[in-house]
């Protein structure tokens, strides 16, 4: 499968030499599973925040000892189960979901290119939606927003696809180099400083006094000031990562393009390949980062853990691969998956709005009430809000194309502002979602989270669109 040069951006551009016409007519199902299964993920990280004293800001004020820090201090039963809980998911996930979001991308590009539309064209005014998505997001539901980074990233790199492969070569290794330096910068002043990032273990400041009072009892709107008022620090993450964010899409881009989630043989063997050195290098690399205590942390969540995010997306097109090898049809739980991958940006904002719901004083304020009581509650709300989204997900399907939040960006962005959410078997892209059995075009689609638009999905729907995914 070549990686060859296209012209740059206004130029109509030719068809890609990959995928050949039969190929391009089938859907990758592997998309939406593994889609599915990061905005899941990504939640698995997340859960801990809303529960946490303090919410959105006891990232920032150290309401959250590390899993290490946590299993270190008290090597009981139920801190070793929450330990080892975060240890598998903590900036994991989130990187799986970044890839996949650039391969989203580059299924984007290959549509564009079929058709012979310039590039990046009509893109932009994608990106842009999304990045109003994720500023709604981020001001009305959940502080930690990763749709805004993902919208700014890939307007730059939607850029990079209209250049040469070297050039994107040259691109990834000089932000994996940027990356690299921030994230030793920033290690040597944790280590500088001494207080095991910041925290110095004492009574909490009088700002997170008022953040613990705010999430345990305040209004909805006192909780939106305060993220407006503390924006700049609530999203130093997407800034900080930023180097990060566009290596990972630049990786999902070439990993599309080397064919790793086909159903064929070569398919296999990069999954294959991505599972052993992924999972090999990631566990033990990841564990190292976590026993070394609390200044290690770029290290590990931004260095760490894309390694093993990779074993993931390996593990998961492995075991696929086995269950389709067998003849075994989609069990409830590829079935959930595929259905939540393929409604991405839908569930990935719902999830948050159900455990802020739950957690804060706005709703049940249940962090409140259950502090102190362990981590039982905690991982079973994570368990009760997947299964609450796969079902979800899976009836609203049947009878509608997209997800609630998909129908509403697919009819912002259409040129006669006419689509909407259709029922179910139309044949539209958003139908299959990302990764049924259509055109390979309409696969990588809706992720939040996708990213949201990146976190991979399986659907079937025949005769799906090109170019008609959400979350990317």
Known sequence: MSDT?????AAPLPA?????????RRRIPLLDV?????????????VWIFTAPGGEWSVLSGGMPSPAESVLSDPSLPSVAEGVFRFLADGKF?????VLFGVGLAVQYESAAARGQAWPGRYRRRALFLFLEGTLHFTLVFAWDVLMGYAVTALLVARLLG???????????????????????VTAAFLTDGSGTGRDGGAPSPADERAVALYADGGYLDQVAFRLENFAALRIEPVLSFPLLVLLFLLGVRLFRAGAFAPDAAGRRIRARLCAWGLGLGLPLNAAAALAGPDFLMLGRYTAAPVLALGYLGLIGVLADRAARRGRRPGPLTAGLTAVGRTALSAYVAQNAICALVSYGIGLGLAARFDGAGPWWVMGLWAAVCLVLTLGASLWLRRFSHGPLEAVQKWALSPRGTAGPAPAGTG????????????VAGTAGTAATGTAGAAGGE????????GDQTLR
């Open 16 to 24: 890609p030499p990959r995928p050949s016409p039969p190929a391009a």
């Open 34 to 46: 593994l889609r599915g299964a990061a905005i899941l993920g990504t939640l698995m990280t997340n």
């Open 459 to 466: 659907a079937a729907g025949a005769g799906a669109r090109p």
């Open 5 to 9: 040069a296209v012209p740059r951006a």
């Open 163 to 185: 250049r040469s492969p070297r050039a994107r070569t040259v691109a990834a290794w000089t932000f994996a180099g940027l990356h690299l330096a921030l994230v030793l910068l």
């Open 428 to 439: 539209e892209a958003g139908a299959a979602g990302p990764g049924g059995a259509g055109p």
């Open 94 to 98: 989130l990187s799986l979901l970044t």
